[in-house]
């Protein structure tokens, strides 16, 4: 099983937008802190938010089992989503 989870601490959204060829764009992307396994130390990470999706809130998550899916040449495709990790969960891991 991966052992991977993430800390958000603020619900902060760093918007970038443009326009090219195709028209007006945006990007909506929120930091968190990935842990891997047994690393000591976390990483820092950058979640790219969907139109229209509300920040995660401050807490601990997991990916979603919606973060995986197969593409059109039957290949795994990934899309960071996240779930909240259950405080009972929590307590196990520590």
Same mark, same amino acid.
């Given at each position: %099983?991966?052992?991977?989870?993430?800390? $958000?601490?603020?619900?902060?959204?760093d918007?970038?937008?443009?326009?090219?060829a195709?028209?007006?764009?945006?990007?909506?992307?929120?930091?968190?802190? %990935?842990?891997?396994?047994?690393d000591?130390?976390?990483e820092? $990470?950058?979640?790219?938010?969907?139109?229209?999706?509300?920040?995660?809130?401050?807490?601990?998550?997991?990916?979603?089992?919606?973060?995986?899916?197969?593409?059109?040449?039957?290949? $795994?495709?990934?899309?960071?989503?996240?779930?909240?990790?259950?405080?009972?969960?929590?307590?196990?891991?520590?």
């Amino acid at each position: %099983m991966l052992n991977v989870r993430f800390e $958000v601490t603020s619900t902060d959204v760093d918007v970038k937008s443009g326009t090219n060829a195709r028209g007006p764009w945006q990007i909506r992307e929120q930091e968190a802190h %990935m842990f891997k396994g047994d690393d000591k130390y976390p990483e820092k $990470v950058v979640l790219a938010l969907d139109d229209g999706q509300q920040p995660y809130q401050p807490g601990v998550y997991e990916l979603d089992e919606k973060s995986l899916w197969v593409g059109k040449y039957k290949q $795994v495709q990934l899309r960071v989503r996240l779930k909240p990790i259950a405080a009972a969960s929590l307590k196990q891991a520590s």
